[in-house]
């Protein structure tokens, strides 16, 4: 029942409500085409005044122009570099592939798997060891899965890569080198089974 009090002011607000809320809604959709637009334009002005400017400024590419070869590689010689896994515990550990012929200076890069099948999160580390031993010194790594500790969830398959170039100082008589890596779960307080 209707108020006879209200003579009729309660339509009016609720149509003067709705008329506000109709007004606000429009200048929000203003407001946020306009911001859009703003952000969307800034783009091209930002590139201009970085061009003018001459800060941060990134040429575009010159698609005739071909990358300079790089002069440290000896593609004289090659080298064969040999892939080996070995694990120390339940999961799978091994290269994806066997060996690469590579010359030295040349950046090559090999991915190894690790599967852990166990039903609990492992900690693990890899330790790389060479042969001859010599190749030691020689045999450069730019990224590596040994360089940090490694977490594997349970039953987790995961790819780990290995970025590296042979030094062209290498002894010319050194032809085959062979890459290990032991992998290893990190003493400590075994997780409980899942």
């Known amino acids: 029942m209707t108020d006879p009090a209200d003579n009729g002011k309660g339509n009016d607000t609720a149509a003067e409500s709705r008329k506000l809320n109709g007004q606000m809604l429009g200048k929000l959709l203003v407001i946020a085409v306009l911001m859009f637009g703003f952000g969307y334009g800034l783009v091209p002005v930002y590139k201009k005044i970085c061009e003018i400017t001459g800060v941060n400024y990134l040429t575009p590419k010159d698609a005739t122009v071909e990358a300079p070869a790089n002069t440290q590689i000896d593609k004289s010689r090659t080298i064969t570099v040999e892939f080996d896994g070995n694990s120390q515990g339940p999961w799978r550990f091994r290269p994806t592939v066997s060996s690469l012929q590579v010359h030295p200076g040349e950046m090559t890069q090999v991915v190894y798997e690790v599967v852990n099948k166990q039903s609990r999160k492992m900690d693990a580390q890899a330790i790389p060891s060479y042969a001859p031993q010599q190749a030691a010194a020689f045999f450069k790594k730019v990224e590596c899965f040994c360089f940090t500790q ?26 085959v080198i062979t890459l290990s890596y032991t992998f290893f779960e990190i003493a400590g307080q075994p997780d409980k089974p899942t």
């Open 150 to 175: 490694q977490t594997l969830g349970p039953n987790q398959a995961k790819e780990m890569p290995v970025v590296f170039y042979i030094d062209p100082a290498i002894p010319k008589d050194v032809k």
